[in-house]
């Protein structure tokens, strides 16, 4: 098995890596910040020699190259050929129908033809439209039975079309497209040749080849009538189609392997020479030489910078990730939260890169935009404020401030960083105990308020006036806070799905009571709903006076009895008048079925998809309690010769709450059911009742993994008298109306006779048996 260590280590270098990765592209300049005609303030003179790359000569004789490659032109070679075939196959079978053969017999003459069946003609007759793409009702096929596709005939159309084909048709929007002035390479499909042409005008174009066609067939006016060599002509045109095409794909090819081939120029600088002086305008060569020296320059740079980052990124996410192990953080992370956050640091590295480049990209005259405008609308607070949501604001903090830094460190900016900082920390405190989702979008809106200000501040710090690119970085910045809320609500039900978090607005959404799961306890196990709901009410007050997750121990209150579902009528508080179940089965069997609640809780609970912290608090609601009173009664019903009773059988199975909010849920659940014991339930009882039950489980050692102090006790204490004497408050009793003055010993707490309460109607009119004016006013109307 792989040590926990080494793969946190591990983790921990990628981590680092990325920044520096990001960094990598941007960490050897290409260009120095110099424009043409700018007058140098100072000398500059060339500290080594070097020989520089003219990039400009260098793009000159690059694009002569490729302009220099010829187009590619494919040619069937065998077009001629197939056409030639179909011409004779269609003739051959045409004369094998049409043309007298030689007599079988001797007394039959020479001159004597069988005529063909009809089906036969009629399927030659379509073969012979489709190789010609003539038309059904076209006259051509008459035309060649008349003429009994004699040889002449065929001869002549195989010459009109031929003839055009092999000097090569070409496509009209091939011929636009390139310049053939240059000439062309005519690359032979079939025979793999190629042939260099000099121009493109030994090629036709489909409507010149047609007139060839057209011209030529002047030549058989003597052999054949007018109306045959028109025939013969639209037989031919209808074949002719373009044998040659241009190869875009090749063609690009062969330019992008030429400008590969291309040589860089170069030229010589030496040591000590001036490059540009002082007062002197720069050229388009001093530039040329400047931008030489520092790409040289900015290739160690590069690598040191590169370094740097790695190794500053390496000691921050340590920071974050040894800080997140001590008690700077309430709760120390675990492999899950871990990789969370490696999760939120790689995206926002990655949007930090990609923004910047496209910052670079954007920015300019033509947009009236800074390369930092696009980065003043980054939403990189969306990150702290995630992390808030999910871990609480300590690591949020730490995620920030970790975050601003190496962004600070990528961008070579300490601006962009202190900027980056002060909107994660806003929107990371707007969204620390969010319980709707419209507080994130107004957290959002502060966050661009803010960074609004801080721009302008910096703006002032920096001696710039409000210009135009001032309001756009200004309109940025407060974009970038409503991006920060927006994204954030897209983002909370995503990570809650793939890490299995649970989000305050998650909980109130699970708080609501007409969910069917709590309607279904409501109606089938309605003691149960009861318990539960005086559970939650008790967890709450609780957990806000030890500052625990008041809604996380609330709502798991309300699921934590979820599983009585499956055997209400074998828990108490369902049974009501009724028989008690346990009566007729063994203490054993009772205590096995007690238990058995707890996993079927954790069963529903993940049926009906709750949340993981609400199902570990149901499975750890009860500890490791022993069911005393089965376990008693088995005792009490043991003879003297068998063996000693387990009590292990008698003990819910764990584990003990983890938690300050499930130790909450134990303690509240242990002290309700007890108090419906009290008869009498006054405040000094119910007083002592908490007390013991809050003993019982501490020194069970129930509370021994759950963080919970003995001031945390204290006050939990408290809190349970105060709900639990609400609850159980003493209240006036309200006699039956009596016709005649009751006795003494018929006075009520409060000493007043019972004809003489101020609830009653003493004082009614004697004429209608209303109350009287004195009634009402003690009604308040």
Known sequence: ????????????????????????????????????????????????????????????????????????????????????????????????????SLPEHPDMPASVSISPPKETVKGFQREFNSVFGLEPRNKAFQTMVKLKFLNQAENALTFLITDALGRGIVTDDDLREVDGSRGIMVRHLFSKREQARPDMN?????RQAERMVMAQALLYRDDFEPGQIKVMVTMARNMLKPDMSLNKEETEKRRLEAVRNVTPVFFQLKRGEMIVREGERIGLMAKIKLQGLARTNGELEGLFHTGGIFILSLIFISVLFVSSQSRLVQARLTEKDIMFLSVLLVVGLLVVALTSMAGRVMAGEWTGLTENTLMYAMPLAAGAMVTAIFLGPTTAI??????????????????????????????????????????????????????????????????SFLTLETFFDLGAGFINGLLAGIIVTGLIPIFEMIFRYTTDIKLMELANLDRPILRELMVQAPGTYHHSVIVGAMVEAAAESIRANHLLAKVSAFYHDIGKLKKPLYFVENQGAGKN??????????????????????????????????????????????????????????????????????RYPGPKPQTKE?????????????????TDPTPARIQGLVQKMINNNFSN?????????????????????????????????????????????????????????????????????????EDLKRLGM
């Open 581 to 650: 179940k346990h009566e007729k089965i063994n203490p054993s069997m009772s205590s096995l079925i007690l238990i058995s609640h707890v996993r079927d809780g954790v069963e529903l609970a993940k049926k009906y998809k709750l949340s993981p912290d609400i199902i570990e608090i149901i499975r750890q609601h009860h500890g490791t309690n022993l069911i005393t009173y089965f376990y008693e009664k088995a005792k009490e019903g043991q003879n003297g010769d068998q063996v000693k009773i387990d009590g292990e059988g008698y």
């Open 701 to 773: 050692g129930q509370l021994d993994e759950c963080e919970l102090t003995l001031k945390d006790l204290h006050l939990i204490a408290s809190s349970f008298n105060k709900v639990l004497t609400g609850i159980f408050h003493r209240r006036i009793e309200y006699p039956e109306p009596a016709a005649k003055e009751a006795g003494p010993e018929q006075r009520t707490a409060n000493g007043n006779k019972n004809n003489q309460q101020a609830n009653g109607y003493s004082n009614k009119d004697k004429a209608t048996g209303r109350p009287g004016r």
């Open 662 to 678: 499930a130790g909450l849920v134990l303690l509240a659940d242990s002290v309700e059911a007890a108090s419906r014991t009290l």
């Open 398 to 463: 730490l995620f920030a401030i970790t975050t601003a830094t190496i962004t600070g460190l990528l961008l070579g900016s300490f601006t962009l960083s202190f900027y980056f900082l002060i909107g994660s920390m806003v929107g990371l405190a707007g969204v620390c105990h969010v319980h709707e989702r419209g507080v994130i979008i107004r957290s959002g809106l502060l966050v661009g308020l803010v960074n609004a200000g801080v721009l302008i501040g910096l703006r002032l710090y920096n001696e």
């Open 1 to 100: 098995m792989v040590n926990p260590l080494l793969l946190r280590f591990c983790l921990l270098l990628a981590l680092a890596l990325v920044p520096a990765l990001l960094a990598l592209p941007g960490s050897y300049p290409q260009e120095i910040r110099v424009k043409l005609g700018e007058v140098a303030d100072r000398d500059i003179k060339a500290d080594r020699d070097l020989m520089v790359r003219d990039q400009a000569a260098t793009a000159v004789k690059r694009k002569a190259a490729s302009q220099d490659t010829l187009p590619v032109f494919d040619l069937d070679d065998q077009a001629t050929i197939r056409v030639r075939k179909q011409i004779h196959d269609v003739f051959v079978q045409g004369r094998a129908l049409y043309q007298p």
């Open 202 to 206: 030994s090629f036709m174009n489909l």
